[in-house]
């Protein structure tokens, strides 16, 4: 299976503070996704991010969330000034593959404990 | 709206049983459905999908799953379950406009007893 790597795995965060997540796509593909889990809960969709932009976000991603890919390669997202409830798993997802045909590999996420 | 229901949170088979791990989904156009398996402390990865063609999908790790239009489900099966298959399962819908993105469901807890 292809793979998307994340850094950091774990992440502990005072409630107000900035984070940053990263991740790392399979090479070439430019359709990127990020989601995220709370614990105990379903999978939740919070932004897709195509040539350098935001093509699609849900009602989840307010003004505190932005995606960049800063370098060409890695994908951040960044949480401006985190909240207790920010406290999840955050996946980020590559797809592959042409369109009606595509498949979103998954990275292994980075688990988010704001206090 | 796209949404998939998954309805039940646990299912227990005995190691070397069949198992199911069921799914419905509702979805205006053709669905495009997927599975994915979530072992502890672990990413999501994917099993298998449906996009068009046989209703009988065949997936990694000895996973199928059955396509069923007039019932409007997607169940996930094996033959002969592991151990090893103990874990959290989600099945997906794709969003039909814009970005593609995915709708989970709730997930199913999947625990193999040996």
């Known amino acids: 299976e292809p793979e998307v790597t994340q850094t950091p795995s774990h992440q502990v965060t005072q409630m107000g503070q900035e984070v940053i997540l990263r991740c790392v796509p399979i090479?070439?593909?430019?359709?990127f996704y990020w989601y995220r889990q709370i614990l105990g809960q379903k999978v939740e969709f919070l932004v897709s991010?195509?040539?350098?932009?935001?093509?699609?976000k849900s009602e989840i991603f307010d003004d505190q969330f932005s995606v960049e890919r800063p370098d060409g390669s890695n994908f951040t997202l960044k949480i401006r000034s985190t909240k207790l409830e920010d406290s999840a798993m955050y996946f980020c997802?590559?797809?592959?593959?042409?369109?009606?045909?595509?498949?979103?590999?998954f990275g292994p996420g980075t688990r988010l404990l704001v206090l | 709206a796209q949404s998939v229901a998954q309805p039940e949170d646990q299912v227990n088979v005995a190691e070397g049983n069949p198992l199911t791990v069921k799914c419905t989904y509702s979805?205006?156009?053709?669905?495009?459905l997927f599975w994915y398996v979530q072992y502890p402390n672990r990413g999501l990865q994917f099993l298998l999908k449906?996009?068009?063609?046989?209703?009988l999908v065949k997936g990694s790790y000895g996973f199928e799953a059955e396509f069923n239009k007039s019932q409007t489900s997607f169940h996930l099966k094996k033959p002969s379950a592991l151990v090893s298959d103990s874990a959290l399962y989600f099945c997906?819908?794709?969003?039909?406009?814009?970005?593609?993105?995915?709708?989970f469901g709730t997930g199913t807890r999947l625990t193999v007893i040996p």
């Open positions: 997802a590559n797809r592959i593959g042409s369109a009606y045909q595509e498949t979103q590999y």
């Open positions: 090479s070439n593909h430019l359709y």
């Open positions: 991010f195509y040539n350098n932009e935001i093509s699609e």
């Open positions: 979805v205006s156009g053709n669905p495009y």
């Open positions: 449906y996009i068009t063609g046989d209703n």
């Open positions: 997906a819908v794709r969003d039909q406009t814009g970005a593609n993105n995915l709708f």
